[in-house]
């Protein structure tokens, strides 16, 4: 066979020289393009970011009013409740004080001495009585002692109960005094009528 000639074929992979003389510019004009868009979006996202903090910003300032307003609400709350159990706790404590006066005197009059059975004296100085010879409490005179012990403006509600128990009293007595005179009443007429029918 006769010699042909045969242009190079240099396949998909090699250049001829003018290609790989236009590469290097073309590269470089690629490589330029390349970093310019990746120094636009991180440009861009960079921007989405600061825009982002801002907005978060703002909206942590603009809550910062409500959330003030939330705490001193919430405080205001705190000393009603405070308040409300102190009054408690007070008006409890004045219960407890008046109790104590109106139990009266729980001391015995002396002691057994166990080891020589003679009699000893009472120990501790005697509480004071607020009930009077009449069987009544001393309402003024409990007043008064609710108010030296630090309650004389709880006094008034305190007693109360001092002065339906005395009220309570008197009804009965005065209930017995009336039985008593209508029995009377009742035995003197059949006294009489027991003498009327003897004669």
Partial sequence: MPFQYQQ????????????????????????????????????QQ???????????????????????QQMRQ?????????????????????????AGLMQGDTLPAAYTDPTTGGTLPAVRPRQESFVGSDGLYDVPK???????????????????????INDSILKAQDARQKMAQSNAILFGQAAASNEAAVR
Avoid at 10 to 34: D, H, N, S, Y
Avoid at 74 to 98: M, S
Avoid at 143 to 149: F, N, Q
């Fill in 8 to 43: 190079f074929d240099a396949g998909p992979w090699v250049q001829t020289i003018g290609q790989l003389m236009r590469a290097g510019p073309e590269a470089q004009a690629r490589a330029a393009l390349a970093i310019g868009q990746a120094q636009a979006q991180g440009a």
């Fill in 46 to 68: 960079s921007g989405q970011a600061w825009a982002g903090a801002i907005q978060n910003v703002g909206q942590a300032i603009a809550q910062v009013p409500g959330q003030i």
């Fill in 74 to 98: 919430a405080a205001q709350q705190q000393q009603l409740r405070d308040l409300q159990i102190g009054q408690i706790q007070r008006q409890v404590a004045g219960q407890k004080a008046l």
């Fill in 142 to 164: 409990l007043t008064a002692a609710l108010g030296a012990r630090g309650f004389g403006d709880q006094a008034a509600d305190l007693v109360k109960g001092a002065e339906t």
